[in-house]
Each structure stands twice: as C-alpha cells, then as structure tokens.
C-alpha cells in the first residue's frame, strides 16, 4: 500500500438525515484518510451512527453525498458496498458454524475454495479451533472476534465498528482494545469506529471527531482534544475540565489576562476560542490533574507566574493512585483538583483553607456564550440505543 | 387477544425450563397438575384406550359388542377406505403447501414490513376466527359458484386447463371439485399458518439482514440464507398446525366437494354417527392417528437434522 | 424498467395483501349476503337489498337458543380450561417433579391429534360408560381440548418472567402467598388472557368434537351445519357479521386501552 493510494478515503460531503422533524445528522463534511484509525464519539443520540450506516450504506442520507476513495458510492445498496461492518452486539447468523459465519461473504460474491481463507482469518483472530461451533457457545469477546473476521475476511476498503466493545465486560474491552488497535496496524485498513466510551476513542484512534446532536463539535488528534477543547461540550465529554466564569481584563500580544473572583489568570491567546474584547466573558478551563494543591500556609513558595485560585477544601476521596479534591472558591464552586500520591500532606483535609496553581499554558478559554453544564455525564450513557 | 398481537415474548435470558428452584412444599407441584391432568386422562387418554378396545370387537348394536381381537377389522377398513386415506393425505399435502406459500408473505409483512399496520393486519387475521367457520365456509360456494366472477376469471386466464389436467376440476365448474375442497382447508387453516410463521419471523434480529447485506448478500439471498433458516421453526410448527386438522377434517369435503372427493374424515363421521358400525370407525380412526402420528415424527425428525441445524 | 423495479421491492407486500385479502374475502361476502333477501331456502345467490334480517336477528327458530347454548358453554370451558391450565402451567415452569416428560407429551398430544379422531374416542368412552350426550358432555369434551393452548400460552409468558422477580418479592417481605398474588399474577395475567381468549374462540367455534358429542343438543356451530342441509337463513349471516365486528372492536378498544395505559406509565 503506498501513500498516494486514496481508494481507502471515506469522504462524506454535506451529508445529512432527517427523519420527519428530527434531524439526526446535520450536513457534514468529513474526510478520514485512507489506512487511519478514525473514531466518532458521541453521546447516544448524537448522530455518531446513524453517520456510520450512512457509509455502510444501511441508511440513506437525506442529503449530501459518500465518496469511497474517488467513487461515489452514495446509492449503492449495502451488498455493493466494498464496506464492512462489525456490528453493535455482533449479529452473528446463529443458525451458521463459525467457519460459515465467516465464510458467508466470500461465498456471495461467488469466490470457491474458501476454505485456506477462512481457515488464516480464524487463526489471525485465534480461533481456529472454535470453527464448527455455533456462535452461541463462545464466549463475548471470542464472538467479538468472529465479528471482526467475518468482516476483514472480506478486505473491505473501510471497516466500521459501531460500538463493537459495548458488550465486553471492562477488563476485556481494555484487552480487545489494544487487540483491535493491532489488527489496525497489521492489515492497514482505515478503521471508523463508533463510541460513546471516550477512553476507548482515546485509546484507538488517530482521529477522534466529537458529535454531538447531529454535529461535529471537534476533530482531532486525541491528545489535541484532550489538551485543548473548543467547546464546552468537548472540554467537558472528554475527561473533567473546571470552567471559571472570568472576564477579559486586557489582551496583548499573546497574552490575555482574566479577572476571576477577585484574582486574576492568565491564558494564551493562542488558545483562547472565544472574542477576547476587554469586558468580555469568557470561560477559563482547566484540567483537574493540571492543578497543584498547596496548603494556604505555604502559599509564599508558589512559584510565580503560575495561575492561582484559592479556596477551601470542601470534599476530598482517597482512590489509590491519587487524591481527588473539590474545591469551593470565589472564582468557582465545586472546582475538581487530581494529586498524584506522591507525597501526602496530611494537612489537606475538608474545611482547610488552599491555593490552587497551574502552569498557565495548561488553561484554555472557550466562548462564555455557550452551555457550562454541555457534555457533563449525568447518568451512564445507555448502550443498545441506537445512536 | 390484545395480548395476541403483541410481540412474542423474548426469548427467555435463562432458562428456568431446564432447572426450576427447588420449592419447598413437594407436593405442590402435584397438587397443581392433579386436576387438569385427571381431565386429559380421563377424556384424552382413556378414550383412546377405549377406542382401541372398541376397534377390536365385534357384534352388532342390537345383541352388544364383545372384545374377540378381531384385528382384520382393520385390514377390512384399509383396503376399504383407501382411497379415502389417499386423499385425505393428498389434500391435506396440497393445503398445507398453498398455506405456506401464501402464508409466508403476509407473515414476512407483519413481520417486517407493516409499520404501525401491524396490529390491524394481525387483528385482521384472527377476527374471522370469530365468525363461525362454517358461515365461512359455507361463504366458499358463494365465492366460487358456477358462472360467477372467480371461476370466469380462473377460467379466462386458464387456470381450470391447467387444474383440470390434474384433475383438480373438470370441466367449467369449480365448486364440488378436488379444487374447491383443498381451497376450503387451505382457507381454513391458514391462520394457523401465518401465526407461527409470524411469531419465528418476529424474533430474528433484524440486524441479521443488514449484517447479510453488509457481506454482499443481496436481498434475495439475504431471505434464502438467513431469513428462511432462521423461520424454520415456525414453518415446522405452522405446518403441523394446518397438515394434521386439515387431514382429519370432514367439514370442507362435505360443503364444498362431492361424493367423489369424500376424506377420511367423513368416512369416519358417518361410520360412527350414521351407519354406526362402531368397530370400524374406530379402526379408522386408530389408522388416521397412527399414520399422522409417524408422519410428523418423520417430518420433525427430517427438518431436525438437516434444516433447524 | 422503473415500474419493474418498484414491482419487486414490493413483492412481499402485495403477496401478503393478497394472502389478506383471501383471508378476508369470505368475511366480506358474509356481511354482504346478511343484506340479502334470498329467493328460495338457501342464501347463496344475491337477489335484492334486504335489513329485515338485522332488524330480526332471532326470527328463525332456534338460531338465538343455539346462540346462547354456545355461549354458556364457551364461557364455562374457558373459566374450566384456564384454571386447570394455568395451574398446570405454573407447575410446569416453577416446580421440578418426576415425570415431567409424561406431562409434557400428554399436553401436546391433544394438539396434534385430528379432532376427528378425539371427538371419536371421547364419543365411545360416553356410549360404554352410557352417559346421556347433551350439555355436560360437550363441556367436557371443550375443556379438554382448550386445556393445551391455554397450558402452552400460559407458559410462554411464565418462562420468560425473570423468577428473581419472585425472589426480589419475598426479599421484601411477601410471603408465598403475596408473591403470587402481588407480582407472578400480573405478570402472567397477559399470558393467561391469551389463553382464556384463545379457549373462547376455540369452543366457541368448535364443530367436529361437538358434533360427536352433543347427542340431541344444537350448538350455533351445529345449528349452521344443519341449516346447509335444510337451508341457511339470512340471521346466520347476521351473527357471523356482528361476531366479527364485536371481535374486532373488542380487540381495538383493549387495545386503545393498554396503550393509554403504557403512555402514562412512560
């Protein structure tokens, strides 16, 4: 497979579904380049797969159009579709042996001697023995295996995965991961993976494109999103991120400085997405594990030039590798604080009175315009609803 | 009947079938089947050993009946009522054929295709159960009278050439025929049919297509590959449901055939309630459960193995 | 080209609507044959509009009696089958006892017995044992052959209860007693409806096993059996329509009624 070779792009141009009044998906324009690991998170409901059947060509879109490298495969029915799909809870055929589950694209498009074939794709997913049981007597992650070899048997140009670790337990989700992640790099295939699970999108993909409501909040590398979230909905969906409410006080160069509960905070303008007009609101965010925790007794060795927000310790849980603290403050109520166990101080218990510090290149600054509470997790998004 | 038409119940998570919890109280269990099982003893089960009892006597209604194991009884109502036999099997066969292929359909469209018709569509399907059968029936030799549009239009388009070359019919007439009976059982049975069909066809996960389609099934195959098998349980069932009453039945020859298309269950209708010769309508009757006893035996047996696996 | 393609998506659809309409065809004419005023004993050929029927239902002799014979005896065989059924049932699911495979085929076999053959055997049970045919017996006969269907659509619905709702009961402190009566009850009650609905068609419109065991006793079943004979009064046609209308309209409103009822809950 060479670099120039774009046949594996799946590119989506202003496609869109409505379905009555309701609209699913909004126009969207994507492209995920051929061999990547791309990823669409999202909440259930989100539209991350309808999007997804929309490229398998289980749903038609309502508008726009699906580009497979340079053909448009828009209205091609599934069965023509050089596409395939590692369903949600599987759907294995129950009346059909492993081997035959597997086999059972081979066979519709008419290859014979499926046999060597079928046999290497079982091994390549450590199966092998297993080829004449029924899917039933395996177990979920073994049946999650069969999936994706009833699938990549087929060397589909684009695999897609609609939330295909839903129904694995923890420890073997994380095992799958990493198990799928490898697959990935050894056959090259671009990959688009559904998820509500943002570890598991974080985990696997190259490319994380955040949905929510039938649109593209963010596209971007993990790490990019992680560190510096557009919108609430991202800063909050993708780990825990504290907003301050603040006010721009002046902006220069690339520096702009924030009023705060009676403090002031400073933030790169470079990563600031908001209008930065003095007077301004803007919401500052942080991390929780970017926060250093110091006892208001020793608040003379911060270090200067760092952001600070004091206030009192309100709640403190002790999880092993670290401490989580919640902060009440004027700039902020109930401000999340991670410290790692390494030293403890013991001093740091509810109702002390603290200075919470950061390295100002860890703050960013979104537009004050928007929901503060988008993208909290409330309750455990439901799996098995159809996104 | 509302609860009917609701989807069949899943298919129960464990299976408390295998091991239900040990209770205390052991004769409970025994205290709840007592009655209901005394009834099918006394009323299923004896009869037939009376049945049995009675099908080797003989004598006459006027001096008594005596057991004397006269077992050329059934040799004698064998190789009298043949024909009849014969023709049960065969109309019956016929019936059930037509009622799957017409059935399979309309199941396939409650199943799949209906939408929120999907109540009125079942409540469509057993509502006539209310109306007695035999109005219903007896509604046939209006549909299918002499010179009326059904039988001018099966005649125009030559389905009676055809029907009439299997001796289906004969000539211009299609009421009174082979024809007119199989349209009868089939008519009649066909719910029985479309129920079970419906009720396998509505548990199969409906990703089982898209996943089919997704590896290059086209519809087509997608229904002879997965959707077929997967429904086989209700064809088996829906097929037993219509081929064993449709093979005892008397009603349908009776109103819509003739002399000539007499089943076996008018023969015995008539042995026991008109010639009253109780000895040999016994031995039929023991003949026809036997016979339809080792035909579905057969037939789970065969679609056991080599389809439901 | 474009007409056949839109001919082959909806094969399926017009086959099955086709299939429906057989189904129903038989229904259309017996509404329409009620309005008839037949030349003539028998009501097979249309003459001219007629309500006089409607407006008499009860004007031939014994129709209405052979009704509500039917009636009461429908009644009693579904109150008789769905209590010994539904106990059966339940003990079938909730109990581990020897012979459960005797139990199982002795219901099944009903089922898969011709009616000719059982309406047989029960006629000369009643003829050695010399009971007198008439009411009793065909009760018995209908509650023998509805106890089946209403064991087999009892215990789909028991078997697929979770019993740890059962034990979350007596965890909360019901006794066996409550638990039956406060959560395996409700929860079976669908099952043992379709049953008891299921047990009122069937002996409703039962005729073979009937017919065997009635002796001189006239059944609505019965009396149109007899009417094909000697000649079928419009009234018939009248009964079977407002049969099915009633059925139809009982099953909508139960159903308007439950989903009103789940639309509050949700």
């Known amino acids: ?387 | 009947m509302a609860a009917v038409t609701e989807a069949p119940p899943p298919l129960a998570p464990p299976a408390p079938e295998k091991k239900p919890p040990r209770r205390r109280g052991r004769w409970m269990p025994y205290l709840l089947l007592l009655p209901g099982l005394l009834w099918l003893i006394v009323f299923f089960a004896l009869p037939m050993v009376y049945q049995a009892s009675t099908s080797v006597q003989t004598g006459s209604l006027e001096e008594g009946y005596e057991v004397t194991w006269h077992f050329a009884t059934y040799w004698d109502a064998l190789s009298e009522y043949w024909p009849q036999f014969l023709r049960s099997v065969l109309y019956a066969g016929a019936a059930t054929v037509l009622c799957l292929l017409l059935g399979y359909p309309l199941a396939y469209l409650i199943a799949f295709r209906a939408g929120r018709w999907k109540h009125l569509i079942m409540i469509l399907v057993i509502a006539p159960f209310f109306t007695s059968f035999l109005i219903r029936t007896l509604a046939w030799k209006t549909i299918l009278a002499d010179g009326g549009p059904v039988v001018g239009a099966l005649n125009a388009l030559h389905v009676l050439d055809v029907t009439s070359w299997l001796g289906m019919t004969s000539g211009d007439r299609v009421l009174a025929t082979p024809l007119a009976v199989v349209c009868g059982l089939t008519y009649n049975f066909l719910p029985f049919m479309i129920l079970p069909l419906y009720t396998s066809l509505e548990r199969i996960d409906g990703r089982l297509h898209e996943a089919a389609g997704d590896l290059y099934a086209r519809p087509f195959t997608t229904f002879r590959k997965v959707t077929f098998p997967l429904s086989m349980p209700g064809v088996v069932s829906g097929t037993l449901l219509t081929f064993i009453p449709a093979a005892g039945d008397y009603v349908n020859a009776d109103l819509l055939g003739s002399t000539d298309t007499r089943m076996i269950g008018n023969v015995i209708q008539s042995q026991f309630l008109r010639i009253l010769d109780y000895p040999t309508a016994a031995a039929l009757s023991f003949i026809l459960m036997f016979a339809i006893l080792i035909m579905v035996t057969l037939y789970i047996r065969r679609s056991g193995t080599e389809d439901l696996v | 080209m474009a007409f056949v393609d839109w001919l082959k998506r909806r094969l399926v659809v017009i086959a099955g609507l086709f299939t429906l309409a057989y189904l129903l065809l038989p229904n259309v004419v017996v509404t329409v044959f009620s309005f008839n005023d037949p030349k003539g004993r028998f009501n097979y050929e249309w003459q001219k509009f007629s309500a006089d029927a409607w407006t008499d239902p009860c004007g031939v002799a014994d129709l209405c009696g052979s009704l509500s014979l039917s009636l009461q005896i429908a009644l009693w065989a579904t109150l008789g089958a769905t209590a010994l059924g539904t106990a059966i049932a339940f003990a079938l699911v909730r109990y581990r006892f020897r012979a459960r495979g005797a139990v199982n085929s002795l219901i099944f076999l009903p089922m898969a017995m011709p009616e000719v053959v059982m309406a047989a055997s029960l006629l000369t049970l009643f003829l050695n044992m010399g009971v007198q045919l008439g009411f009793w017996t065909i009760l018995i006969a209908h509650i023998m052959f509805c106890l089946s269907f209403v064991v087999t659509a009892v215990k789909a619905r028991v078997m697929s209860m979770d019993p740890r709702l059962e034990q979350a009961a007596q965890d909360l402190y019901a006794g066996p007693f409550q638990t039956f009566l406060r959560v395996t009850l409700p929860i079976a009650a669908p099952g043992i409806a379709t049953g008891a609905l299921l047990a009122f068609a069937l002996s409703f419109d039962d005729f073979i096993i009937t017919n065997f065991n009635a002796g001189s006793t006239v059944t609505f079943p019965m009396f149109v059996w007899g009417s094909a004979q000697r000649g079928t009064p419009v009234q018939i046609n009248v009964i079977g329509t407002a049969m099915f209308v009633l059925a139809v309209l009982f099953v909508l409103t139960s159903m308007v009624i439950s989903n009103r009822r789940t639309k509050h809950k949700a």
């Open chain 1, 1 to 387: 497979m060479t670099t120039t070779d774009n046949s594996g792009d799946v590119r989506l141009s202003g496609i869109s579904k409505t379905y009555g009044s309701f609209t699913a998906v909004h126009p969207l324009d994507l492209t995920v380049p051929q061999g990547s690991f791309f990823a669409l998170l999202g909440a259930s409901g989100c539209g991350k797969t309808t999007t997804l059947r929309m490229i398998a060509g289980l749903e038609e879109p309502t508008g726009g159009t699906v580009h497979l490298g340079d053909q448009d495969v828009t209205r091609l029915p599934p069965y023509k579709r050089p596409v395939n799909t590692v369903f949600q809870s599987y759907a294995l055929f129950p009346h059909l042996d492993i081997f035959e589950n597997v086999a059972f694209g081979l066979r519709r498009r008419g290859i014979k001697g499926v046999k060597k074939q079928v046999d290497e794709m079982l091994d390549l997913v450590q199966l092998g023995e297993h080829a004449r049981k029924k899917p039933h007597q395996l177990s979920g992650g073994q049946q999650q295996r069969v999936a994706v070899a009833r699938a990549l048997i087929n060397h589909p140009r684009v695999l897609l995965l609609d939330e295909p670790l839903g129904a694995l337990d923890l420890k073997l989700r994380r095992q799958m991961q990493l198990e799928l992640k490898r697959i990935q790099t050894e056959v090259g295939i671009t990959f688009v993976h559904v998820t509500h699970d943002q570890e598991e999108a974080m985990t696997m993909a190259d490319t994380v494109a955040v949905m929510n409501a039938g649109r593209v909040e963010q596209l971007g590398a993990p790490a990019d999103l992680y560190e510096n979230p557009r919108t609430t909905f991202v800063a909050n969906f993708l780990g825990t991120s504290n907003l301050i409410e603040a006010e721009v006080d002046a902006a220069s160069g690339d520096e702009i400085v924030l009023r705060a509960g009676g403090g002031k905070l400073s933030l790169p303008s470079g990563r600031c997405g908001a209008p930065t007009a003095t007077g301004g609101k803007v919401l500052v965010g942080v991390r929780p594990e970017k926060i250093s925790l110091t006892h208001a007794g020793d608040a003379g060795a911060i270090p200067a030039g760092r952001n600070r927000v004091t206030g009192r310790i309100a709640d403190a849980s002790f999880i092993g590798v670290s401490t989580q603290y919640v902060v009440d403050s004027p700039a902020g109520t109930a401000l999340q604080v991670y410290v790692q166990n390494v030293d403890r101080d013991t001093r740091l218990v509810p109702g002390a009175e603290v200075v919470l510090h950061w390295n100002p290149a860890h703050t960013f600054g979104l537009d004050a315009a928007q929901d503060i509470q988008a993208g909290v997790e409330k309750v455990e998004p439901q799996e098995g609803v159809v996104a």
